[in-house]
């Protein structure tokens, strides 16, 4: 069974850092391209950045574009979205997610999906 758990999310100030954590399991992990995905309340789940299965290659959404990082480590099957200057507009729960297409910014291009961890800056 593929499971794809996030976590490192929680409550931080504007201006704060936070490290996000995506552990895959049940998947040849090094395979799948990832990404990183976010939803608001009242809104659509939305790109925020994606990363190849070498790592090679990284895109990211403009609003994110100089504030976070994304990463992957393939020996622990872990992907990472590191986020500094964080803004209020940044509050959502925040997804993993696999795919077998490379950098895409379209859910419906992703296979596997975390549950979501929740992340709230506060002004």
């Known amino acids: 069974q593929v499971q794809l758990v996030e976590s490192g999310g929680g409550l931080v100030q504007t201006g704060g850092s936070l490290r996000l954590s995506c552990a895959g399991s049940g998947l040849s992990f090094s395979n799948y391209n990832m990404g990183w995905f976010r939803q608001a309340p009242g809104k659509e789940r939305e790109f925020v950045a994606a990363i190849t299965w070498s790592g090679g290659s990284t895109n990211y959404e403009d609003a994110v574009k100089g504030r976070f990082t994304i990463s992957r480590d393939n020996a622990k099957k872990t992907v990472y979205l590191q986020m500094n200057s964080l803004k209020s507009e940044d509050t959502a729960v925040y997804y993993c997610?696999?795919?077998?297409?490379?950098?895409?910014?379209?859910?419906?291009?992703?296979?596997?999906w975390g549950q979501g961890t929740q992340v709230t800056v506060s002004s």
């Open positions: 997610a696999a795919s077998l297409w490379a950098g895409s910014k379209d859910t419906t291009r992703y296979t596997y």
